[in-house]
């Protein structure tokens, strides 16, 4: 085991928890932002609470216990009370950051609830606009120190961690369909397939599959299947004789009139015109 006995532990003299925040079990020690600092660097140390930040802008060199990650903007950290962590920037990179210092018996129940947090929770790029809008509400409300906006900020807490948790879990799960999704495509790209055949594979509906399928690839999913089509169609044309009509059924294009005018489309030149400017250019290269 390190030998943990150099490294820096913070010592800061403990905030008094109010009543509601013990009863609610959430405390939030301290929050705030970094903006746009060169050679930052929060060297070894071990923190009593949990500290959590979304890298907003560079990159970030981040390390707890033996784990170290590089993490970018759109990344989120969590470093757990009692092991050693630092961070820093990376060279060239200006960093800022939003962060939250916060304990309690909630916290640490929803961490043992969600095992996220023990695999996944050291620079983890995270899509969620709802997540970075609820962490800049709490730092926003810090200065109200009413009671009213202490309930609020660790009402805030409790959602912002939930949708850590799920926002990952769903993204995941979308990696995942979009991946199957694709390799459908990829397998048959050959038959008249349709959007609805293709969404049944990753078992969510046409909208949401549709939706996410553009986000994730830059396009929705019948117009992908085409380029996937078209790259078919000029692999043929450049390194076969086969004719048109042929490579038009060979590619999934039922239609050889079609095939014709989608790949000038696309393209720029006739399928025809295209196999004999590439095959002129291969002959030089070859030459």
């Known amino acids: 085991m390190e030998n943990i006995a150099h490294y820096q532990k913070e010592q800061k003299t403990p905030e008094p928890v109010s009543e509601i925040s013990a009863s609610m079990g959430i405390i939030i020690n301290r929050t705030g932002i970094i903006s746009e600092k060169h050679d930052y660097f929060c ?3 071990i923190r009593d609470d949990y500290l959590l930040f979304r890298i907003n802008q560079g990159k970030c060199w981040c390390r707890e216990g033996k784990q170290t990650q590089i993490a970018a903007e759109g990344s989120w950290c969590l470093y757990r009370p009692g092991i050693i962590h630092a961070y820093r920037n990376l060279p060239c990179t200006g960093l800022s950051i939003a962060w939250i210092h916060f304990s309690g018996k909630t916290a640490d129940n929803i961490f043992n609830k969600f095992d996220f947090f023990s695999r996944a929770h050291l620079g983890f790029f ?3 606009q709802t997540a970075q809008s609820i962490l ?10 009413s009671l ?9 807490l409790a959602e912002l961690l939930a949708e850590i948790c799920t926002a990952y879990c769903d993204q995941k799960t979308n990696i995942d369909f979009i991946t199957r999704s694709v390799d459908f495509i990829h397998e048959n790209y050959k038959n008249k397939i349709s959007l609805a055949e293709i969404a049944e594979t990753t078992g969510v509906s046409k ?3 549709t939706r996410v399928f553009r986000y994730a690839t830059g396009y929705p999913p019948m117009i992908f299947l085409n380029r996937v089509r078209l790259q078919k169609a000029r692999e043929l044309l450049e390194q076969s004789d086969i004719k048109i009509k042929e490579i ?6 039922q239609d050889e009139l079609y095939f014709t005018r989608f ?3 696309h393209t720029g030149k006739s399928p025809t015109a295209w196999r004999k400017k590439n095959r002129d250019f291969f002959s030089l290269v070859r030459a």
Request: charged residues 20%; positive net charge.
């Open 136 to 145: 800049g509400k709490i730092i926003a409300l810090q200065k109200n120190q």
């Open 207 to 209: 909208f949401h599959f």
């Open 263 to 265: 790949f000038k489309k």
């Open 248 to 253: 038009a059924n060979l590619s999934g294009f």
């Open 43 to 45: 060297k070894n140390r």
């Open 148 to 156: 009213a906006g202490e309930i609020t900020r660790n009402c805030l």
């Open 126 to 128: 995270l899509n969620s």
